[in-house]
């Protein structure tokens, strides 16, 4: 059983940054797709970036040059970088982890991850 523990959310100022780590724990290999995914109060859950083992990502429009996703295999650790935040980033970040080769990774809906930590909040102010 995959088990992962997200860290890195708190509060910050508009055009402030954060990182957000995930730590996947109990696998014996690399999972080969893993995700960031956000939701807001009173909306669906969203896709921020996915990544897969090779490194290849994929961003959501709405976080593409401010937003920077990357992983260590050998670590079993998700990054997300998020800098220029906005109120509007302001959400519940939830990691998810996936060993399945298909979908692709970066064309994932949530429902297709199989593995997701507790989320950790992030709230930016004006």
């Known amino acids: 059983q995959v088990q992962l523990v997200e860290s890195g959310g708190g509060s910050v100022q508009a055009g402030g940054s954060l990182r957000l780590s995930c730590a996947a724990y109990?696998?014996?290999?690399?999972?080969?797709?893993m995700g960031w995914f956000r939701q807001a109060p009173g909306k669906e859950r969203e896709g921020v970036a996915a990544?897969?083992?090779?490194?290849?990502?994929t961003y959501a429009d709405s976080v593409k040059g401010r937003f920077t996703a990357s992983r260590d295999n050998a670590k079993n650790t998700l990054y997300l970088q998020m800098n220029s935040l906005t109120p509007e980033d302001t959400a519940m970040f939830y990691c998810a982890a996936d060993f399945r080769r298909y979908p692709p990774c970066g064309r994932r809906h949530w429902t297709d991850f199989r593995y997701w930590g507790q989320g950790t909040q992030v709230t930016v102010s004006s």
């Open positions: 990544i897969e083992i090779g490194g290849s990502t």
């Open positions: 109990g696998a014996s290999y690399s999972t080969y797709c």
